[in-house]
């Protein structure tokens, strides 16, 4: 693989919230991950009381490193405190206002720093940092930990400024009809730190000036995904006038996800040991608890505490309650307090968690719901007994299978290939070429890795600014580079542009057609579902003198099996084993996989069929996957002669692996299926392998 030889230098800054910190930590995990062949430093700025929350991250990651600057000081928050989790929400304005005064500090880092950062990824927050990446001459990305339109939303209040025209009416509605979908939400329902807003304050100023700014930046990363919210997202575009805003999430915990006991403490001490949860959770039936977190911020006043508590009491459903520790001012001003006796008298239904809770824990396992929008007002709690106990119910089927599926798309989206892992590589792709365009780069096998990435995250037109890219610096292109262009325009579905290209190949002298040529167009159309247009290709790459490989037929079967052209598929096989090419297991997979599509559209199953896919799992040893096919053909209720085969195929496998007494199961199952051997070699196979079974007991006994 080519690697970017220049170091590369990125500054990532985190908003000292759970909420904020934790999310951007883990995205600058997957950063490091996704740009190993980078030559990448990353650096992370933190303030003193903030550096416990980089300990897994610079663990896992050598090359990054903290800066810690120190934090700056405000009347109205207390000297030892550095984070919101430990002050009152009402004080998060001063902390944004606050944070501003490292703009010096940081500037003069950035000019003595002998390789300075080329970008600056920084939270929502912080858009200030715009204005110093300006300074600098970096890119400056804005991170966002909540989703697509919370984001749209909190960007239309800083530009709209709309304001109640009866400041005591809090149910008054605000509408956002510039947003997709036109949303509309009372005035108690939107941002706390908007609401907050005195107009002339300087601090609140200054909060707008961030927002601002941050639609200014070079680009966007959201922790959510397209399938989620790409209203949204292309609505973020529009009004950053650009594309360059990434979906990225769900952004999961940079440790194994199956390690539910490396991240508990990640936020934050907790009341409740994980073990003990963990325990608690395996006694409880799937989907019969509920979660109740209300954020790692909010604190209830006491009445709304009540509230809660009866409504999870009166609900009789088994529940988790988050809850965040109250300090001694949340106390005095009658905040957070849990009602006397309730946690005796739900002993055997639910555990309160006191500070952080394991949140990823918690929802991977036993949780059917979770209740997590705070309350504005004191809750009735025979209302939210009624809602708890609903939510849990068998009857919600339908609501249940909807949030399942949701939980699918989101691990879809994370895993490789998904819309979100997409996204995070095109935006490495992104830093990789504007930093080759910055330094002049005339490596041509740089320009070829970076043509490769295109294709590989289905991109076309990145892969033709690349392309024009290598023009404009000089480089002359070359049949590798159309044949990679190709394939970018081919995985983008672009099969207009890649016909265009080929044809300005056969007009040149310098770039003509070569078999990887024909090769692309076979493996492009082929995972495209064209089969007219892949065997096209394949006959032409015959005509022009060039033979078929292993790769072409692996795409010629896949291509027919995609499309139902089951004897198609049949043919290629034929040919295959006509040339002597040695089959593959991914020939053999997709064999296996028309197999079950005729089944399934009820077509019969021919002897010949059978016969191939069993020859290539006696090829491959796959004896447990010809059990498989034995179920399916018994299934189907295929013809005597086709499970003939399977069993036949099955006992020889076994003979011929000294598995003697798989060998005799198998051969009372066929005999009681009122079969009987095939042919007199499958009986040799048998005594031949009963034969050295008992010569195997006869040496134990001597």
């Known amino acids: 693989m080519a690697t970017l030889r220049s170091s590369s230098h990125i500054l990532v800054f985190p908003f000292p919230a759970q909420g904020h910190i934790i999310p951007l930590l883990d995205f600058t995990h997957r950063i490091a991950l996704a740009a190993t062949d980078i ?19 610079l663990a896992a990651h050598p090359r990054i490193q903290p800066l810690v600057l120190p934090f700056p000081p405000h009347p109205s928050i207390p000297s030892a405190v550095e984070n919101l989790k430990d002050i009152p929400q009402r004080c998060l304005p001063a902390l944004m206002h606050t944070l501003g005064q490292l703009y010096h500090p940081l500037l003069s880092w950035f000019q003595s720093h002998p390789s300075p950062p080329s970008a600056i990824v920084s939270d929502m927050f912080l858009g200030w940092t715009q204005r110093l990446a300006s300074r600098v001459g970096a890119k400056h990305i804005v991170f966002s930990p909540s989703g697509a339109m919370a984001l749209s939303i909190l960007y239309s209040l800083w530009m709209e400024l709309p304001r109640l025209d009866d400041p005591r009416d809090q149910t008054a509605v605000v509408s956002f009809d510039k947003l997709p979908n036109c949303p509309k939400y009372p005035w108690w329902k939107i941002s706390g730190l908007y609401r907050a807003c ?10 707008k000036d961030i927002f601002h700014a941050n639609i200014q930046s070079w680009g966007l990363v959201v922790n959510s995904f397209n399938q989620l919210e790409r209203p949204y997202f292309d609505h973020l575009k529009r009004m950053m006038g650009c594309d360059r805003v990434w979906a990225v999430g769900p952004l999961l915990p940079l440790h194994d996800h199956d390690d539910l006991t490396v991240a508990v403490h990640k ?5 409740v040991p994980l073990d003990h949860l963990l325990t608690w959770l395996d006694a409880c039936e799937d989907g019969e608890v509920v979660y109740v977190c209300f954020g790692s911020q909010v604190v209830l006043t006491n009445d709304q505490m009540a509230g809660v508590a009866s409504g999870l009491e009166k609900s009789g459903v088994r529940f988790i309650w988050s809850i965040k520790e109250p300090s001694v001012g949340h106390v005095e001003a009658n905040y957070g307090m849990i009602p006397n006796g309730f946690e005796e008298r739900v002993a055997n239904n639910g555990l309160v968690i006191r500070g952080w809770a394991p949140q990823v824990a918690i929802l991977k396992l036993k949780v059917g719901k979770k209740a997590c929008e705070g309350p504005q007002t004191v809750p009735n709690p025979e209302e939210l007994a009624r809602v708890l106990a609903e939510s849990v119910s068998r009857e919600k089927g339908v609501e249940r299978k909807g949030v399942m599926e949701l939980r699918k798309a989101a691990l879809e989206a994370v895993r490789e290939g998904g819309s979100s892992a997409q996204d995070m590589e095109e935006m490495v792709l992104e830093w990789k070429l504007e930093k080759m365009l910055k330094g002049n780069e005339r490596d041509y096998d740089q320009y070829l890795y970076l043509m490769s990435l ?10 033709m600014h690349v392309f024009t890219s290598m023009e404009v610096h000089g480089i002359k292109p070359t049949t590798s580079l159309f044949n990679s262009l190709i394939h970018a325009c081919l995985s983008s579905k672009d099969s207009i542009t890649a016909l265009s290209l080929f044809e300005i190949m056969q007009s040149s002298e310098d770039y003509k057609p070569n078999d990887e040529t024909y090769e692309t167009f076979i493996i492009g159309f082929s995972s495209l579902g064209n089969t007219d247009a892949m065997k096209s290709w394949y006959s032409a790459k015959k005509a022009a003198g060039y033979c078929a490989t292993l790769q072409t037929y692996e795409s010629l079967v896949s291509g027919c099996i995609k499309a139902r052209d089951f004897n198609g598929a049949d043919r290629f096989y034929d040919e295959i084993k006509s040339t002597g090419i040695m089959t593959s297991e991914t020939i053999l997979e997709n064999l296996l996989e028309g197999f079950c599509r005729r089944r399934r559209f009820n077509q019969e199953i021919s002897v010949k069929m059978v016969e191939k896919v069993v020859g290539l799992y006696s090829e491959h040893g796959k004896v447990e996957e010809m059990e498989e096919l034995l179920s399916t053909v018994v299934e189907s209720g295929q013809a005597v002669t086709v499970l003939s085969r399977v069993n036949s195929g099955i006992i020889r496998m076994y003979a011929t692996l000294n598995r003697l007494d798989d060998v005799e199961y198998s051969v009372g199952r066929m005999l009681k299926q009122g079969l009987s051997f095939r042919c007199a070699d499958d009986v040799e196979k048998v005594i031949c392998c009963y034969f050295r079974g008992i010569g195997e007991l006869g040496f134990l006994r001597d």
């Open 267 to 271: 936020g934050g001490s907790s009341s």
């Open 39 to 57: 030559d990448l430093t990353i650096t992370v700025l933190v303030t003193p009381k903030n550096l416990p929350f980089l300990t897994q991250l």
């Open 198 to 207: 005195v107009e002339g304050d300087p601090a609140m100023e200054f909060i």
């Open 454 to 463: 295109c294709a590989k995250i289905r991109n076309a037109s990145r892969a």
